[in-house]
């Protein structure tokens, strides 16, 4: 993402929490890993990136009010608000303590919702309503799902063209649902051959969303990750489920 985009939602962020004049307080915002059953339950299939241990969830608490993001880069940490918006978000590890503590902020001041991510049959209710949302409101276009969402691929790929990007090394080049799934290297590509973007809202923490913010074609992020940015920046998002 363009440092740009990144600091904007920050200073957005520290403007909103001076405001409501949290951001001078000793309020402490804990992030911690949450384990794959806390996370997600027991979504069926076996090769969502949370089961494969690949990624985990970090879970920050705010007056009671949780908010989430994934990232490859996690542990614990505690501190006061005036430093996570004053924070260089240097490292998906920061970004990740900004963006679930952003999450869990602005969902306690009534400005964000749905920044938990689903359990168990969640994702398989979620993709057919998002294959519904897409028809209604886009009709029959070419995606490009960038992020490894197994649900999402096994029901978007039976109603729509589709190709799909991803980072993970032991994701690409294998198949799914009859697609091959692309490395980064493809990503100019694929985003010039579609019509539509359906983009997982982690690439907020990876540092990759700004690339698919298009003049050119709409884009959908989905996951609770992108919750907070999504609604600053008035960013489209789906997700059904998560609560």
């Avoid at 276009?141 to 109603?159: D, E, F, H, N, T």
């Amino acid at each position: 993402m363009s440092k740009s985009v990144l600091k904007e939602i920050q200073s957005r962020a520290y403007d909103i929490w001076k405001e409501a004049g949290i951001l001078d307080e000793n309020i402490d915002v804990t992030a911690r890993t949450l384990s794959t059953e806390e996370a997600i339950g027991n979504p069926e299939g076996d090769d969502f990136p949370l089961l494969r241990g690949k990624e985990r969830l970090m879970e920050a608490d705010f007056r009671g009010s949780k908010g989430q993001a994934f990232t490859d880069r996690f542990g614990n940490f505690n501190t006061s608000l005036r430093e996570i918006a004053e924070m260089e978000l240097e490292n998906n590890f920061r970004r990740a303590i900004f963006v679930s503590a952003l999450n869990a902020v602005q969902r306690s001041l009534g400005n964000t919702e749905r920044t938990i991510h689903c359990k168990d049959e969640g994702p398989a209710l979620c993709a057919p309503q998002l294959a519904d949302y897409i028809a209604d409101k886009y009709g029959a276009p070419k995606l490009g799902l960038v992020g490894y969402q197994p649900a999402m691929i096994k029901v978007l790929s039976g109603r729509f063209n589709m190709r799909i990007v991803d980072l993970d090394p032991d994701n690409i080049g294998t198949v799914k649902c009859g697609i091959t799934v692309e490395g980064p290297d493809s990503t100019a590509e694929v985003l010039d051959d579609v019509n539509l973007l359906v983009v997982t809202g982690s690439t907020i923490v990876n540092d990759t969303l700004g690339n698919f913010l298009r003049d050119d074609k709409p884009t959908i992020f989905f996951g609770t990750t992108v919750a907070a940015a999504a609604d600053m920046m008035g960013w489209e998002r789906f997700c059904c489920q998560s609560d």
